[in-house]
């Protein structure tokens, strides 16, 4: 029994410190596609908040709530905040389907954050596989700051310094 708590509790551990495959994020990589399947890539002029998500994992739902009210909070002229649909189950046209179908309810909900779709999990999957909801901050300069598989109220109040970190950096930047 105690070897079980010990196992589950290096995995949650392992969850919580998983890093960036990459450190830097190109000026033309390819986050995902948009509805109208045009690749959708990182600001130049903003931070950009990258997060993975899939429908059927419950951690996903807590994070986007969060994500939405920052990009609500902070305006689209502060930061860019990508929520990018990957993982899910079934073919690649199944998997479509659901990402056009959960857009559409986005949108009848009003959100402002920009839904993309990872066709293939091309993206996904450079990365190593890291686990969902999987958040990568980046700054202007497409250095990737933050990076974190997972989501509880405690790696939030990272996620939330490296981002506080990013904006203080931009608005310094541009005195």
């Known amino acids: 029994m105690l070897n079980k708590f ?5 995995a949650l ?4 410190t998983t890093q960036a495959a990459i450190t830097h ?6 986050i995902g596609l948009n509805k109208q399947e045009t690749p ?3 600001s130049l002029d903003t931070p950009t908040v990258v997060t993975f998500w899939a429908s059927w994992c419950p951690y996903c739902k807590k994070i986007l709530p969060l994500l939405e ?7 689209t002229d ?9 993982r899910e189950e079934g073919t690649l046209r199944q998997t479509r389907r659901t990402y056009k179908k959960l857009v559409k309810q986005f949108e009848k909900k009003g959100l402002q954050l920009e839904f993309v779709f990872d066709k293939k999990h091309a993206l996904y999957n450079t990365l190593n596989k890291p686990g969902l909801p999987y958040t990568m901050v980046i700054d202007k300069q497409g250095k990737i700051t933050y990076a974190q598989a997972g989501y509880s109220e ?3 109040q990272p996620m939330l310094a490296a981002i ?3 904006l203080s950096d931009s608005s310094t930047a541009k005195h």
Not at 6 to 10: K, M, Q, R, T
Not at 78 to 86: A, C, Y
């Open 69 to 75: 009210g920052l990009q609500r909070k902070l305006g």
């Open 154 to 156: 405690q790696i939030a």
């Open 25 to 30: 994020f190109s000026s033309e990589q390819t």
């Open 13 to 16: 551990c392992y969850t919580a």
């Open 40 to 42: 959708v890539f990182r």
């Open 78 to 86: 502060k930061i860019r905040i990508i929520v990018v649909n990957t």
């Open 164 to 166: 506080q970190a990013v």
């Open 6 to 10: 010990f196992l589950l509790l290096w």
